[in-house]
T-cell receptor
Framework: AQKVTQAQTEISVVEKEDVTLDCVYE???????LFWYKQPPSGELVFLIR??????QNEISGRYSWNFQKSTSSFNFTITASQVVDSAVYFC???????????FGQGTILTVHP | DTAVSQTPKYLVTQMGNDKSIKCEQN?????MYWYKQDSKKFLKIMFS???????INETVPNRFSPKSPDKAHLNLHINSLELGDSAVYFC?????????????FGPGTRLTVL
């Protein structure tokens, strides 16, 4: 069985602060895929990043960066210099190798205050 | 030019009624999904179809019946609606039944059962 845990239910920061969203996963598969999705107040789900289990390189995209550590089964997400528009619910998710069944974490509500 | 569309966006109905939610994707994808997001924002997969064939059927009451007339459409029919069915239902699609591929989500349908 697969499981994703996002221990931080809610995070509140002031604009320009850096913030890290934690994600820990459990799986018995040796091959798997990890994702982050963003759900802004408007409600849609926006894909942010995909990572496979063999690629432990960290990734940076603008103010966003991701740290994948297989040894600790973690896939953390950092927003640098946060902005009000970053306010959203962020979901970490995991799929097995054979089919696209996304298992989501509980989500972290991020509020960025001006 | 919406990639994944759902109708209706909002659905308010009485307990015991039967209702349908429609989903269409114009991305040429082979695989489509239904997810349920409850009031606590928890997202869980319900069904998945690959080329009109059911491949994922989670533990969902049999009052829920997905139907895929062609690979661009996946509808969700719900019989005898209950209060607990109130949620946001998301349709998604991906290029093939492969866990590597990101899933593109529709805007969601907010179902309220009174």
């Amino acid at each position: 069985a697969q499981k994703v845990t996002q221990a931080q239910t809610e995070i509140s920061v002031v604009e320009k602060e850096d913030v890290t969203l934690d994600c820990v996963y459990e799986t018995r598969d040796t091959t798997y895929y990890l994702f982050w999705y963003k759900q802004p107040p408007s409600g849609e789900l926006v894909f942010l990043i995909r990572r496979n289990s063999f690629d432990e390189q960290n990734e940076i995209s603008g103010r966003y960066s991701w740290n994948f550590q297989k040894s600790t089964s973690s896939f953390n997400f950092t927003i640098t210099a946060s902005q009000v528009v970053d306010s959203a619910v962020y979901f970490c998710a995991l799929t097995p190798p054979s089919y696209g069944k996304l298992t989501f974490g509980q989500g972290t509500i991020l509020t960025v205050h001006p | 030019d919406t990639a994944v569309s759902q109708t209706p966006k909002y659905l308010v109905t009485q307990m015991g009624n039967d209702k349908s939610i429609k989903c269409e994707q114009n991305l040429g994808h082979d695989t489509m999904y239904w997810y349920k997001q409850d009031s606590k924002k928890f997202l869980k997969i319900m069904f998945s179809y690959n080329n009109k064939e059911l491949i994922i059927n989670e533990t969902v009451p049999n009052r829920f019946s997905p139907k895929s007339p062609d690979k661009a459409h996946l509808n969700l029919h719900i019989n005898s609606l209950e209060l607990g069915d109130s949620a946001v239902y998301f349709c998604a699609s991906s290029p093939r039944d492969g866990s590597y591929n990101e899933q593109f989500f529709g805007p969601g349908t907010r179902l309220t059962v009174l």
